[in-house]
Nanobody, 121 residues
Framework: QVQLVESGGGLVQPGGSLRLSCVGS??????VAWSRQAPGKEREFVSA????????YNRNSTRGRFTISRDNAKNTVYLQMNNLKPEDTAVYYC????????????????WGRGTQVTVSS
């Protein structure tokens, strides 16, 4: 079982950028997803990456602005977020799975505590 810790959130103006990190010992054994939950909204899938980085899934609303990547040598998965919009404001979570259906958040068994991203002028 892996323990995941998110970092890199904060307050940024619209159009700005942030890079989130998800760190966990042995994270290379798992596919990893980023998801988010805004106030009054349900949790939603953002992006996922396979164990070796060969398969990537993105939601349409962040495609082209957010990029998921991983550096298994550093036990880290990243979410680079560019051109941030107020509607991106949410708590962002990373999660790991040994499963195959990476686009389904129900596949993920290991979750971090989240990091707050606030986009406001």
């Amino acid at each position: 079982q892996v323990q995941l810790v998110e970092s890199g959130g904060g307050l940024v103006q619209p159009g700005g950028s942030l890079r989130l990190s998800c760190v966990g010992s042995g994270i290379s054994r798992y596919a990893v997803a980023w998801s988010r939950q805004a106030p009054g909204k349900e949790r939603e899938f953002v992006s996922a990456i396979s164990r070796d980085g060969g398969d990537i899934y993105n939601r349409n609303s962040t495609r082209g602005r957010f990029t998921i990547s991983r550096d298994n040598a550093k036990n880290t998965v990243y979410l680079q977020m560019n051109n941030l919009k107020p509607e991106d404001t949410a708590v962002y979570y990373c999660a790991g799975t040994e499963g195959e259906r990476l686009w389904r958040l129900g596949e993920y068994a290991y979750w971090g505590r989240g990091t707050q991203v606030t986009v406001s002028s």
